[in-house]
């Protein structure tokens, strides 16, 4: 059975919250410093502020519901994405994907694309991505992303980024 993707409500930040972390246990695992990465993903109270916190003018965020019913509250979330428009000063098109993430349960199951396809669809949109997260740049790459040459370092997990564009 495949997870109901819905917009996100308030209600929903304690699950959105750890869908958020362990993914990116999950997803960064390798790629940053397994001290570092421990502790930007252990404190679930000050994630659940962040999602409780209204997302601003224009932004959006859907999550994917785990079908199993009995699921605890740390999965219940099986991916979300969040949209808005674009945040960087010289963004090359107005619109941002800001983040998309998958539980690795559910990697390999069409839900990235399924979530990318609610929050974009077939919109310009440009995103980061850690340099080295191959898994992402081959989703990305085969959704239309290609680099524009712009890069930064992401002082919170200590690793250089990428900026993709597709337009």
């Not at 990318?116 to 085969?142: D, Q």
């Amino acid at each position: 059975m495949q997870p109901e993707i819905r917009p996100f409500t308030p209600t929903d930040a304690e699950a959105g919250a750890w869908c958020h972390l362990l993914s990116w246990r999950e997803a960064y695992a390798g790629l940053a410093p397994d001290d570092l990465l421990l502790e930007r993903t252990s404190d679930i109270a000050r994630r659940i502020e962040r999602w409780s916190t209204p997302l601003g003018a224009g932004r959006t965020r859907w999550i994917a519901l785990n079908p199993d019913p009995g699921a605890p509250i740390e999965d219940q979330v099986a991916g979300f994405v969040g949209i808005g428009p674009g945040r960087d000063e010289d963004s090359p098109v107005p619109f941002e994907l800001e983040a998309i993430y998958t539980r690795r349960a559910f990697w390999k199951t069409g839900l990235g694309g399924r979530l990318l396809e609610v929050g974009v669809g077939e919109r310009a949109a440009y995103l980061w991505v850690f340099e080295g997260n191959e898994r992402a740049l081959g989703f990305y790459r085969r959704h239309g992303f290609v680099p524009d040459g712009a890069t930064h370092h992401d002082d919170y997990f200590d690793l250089g980024e990428i900026r993709l564009v597709r337009s």
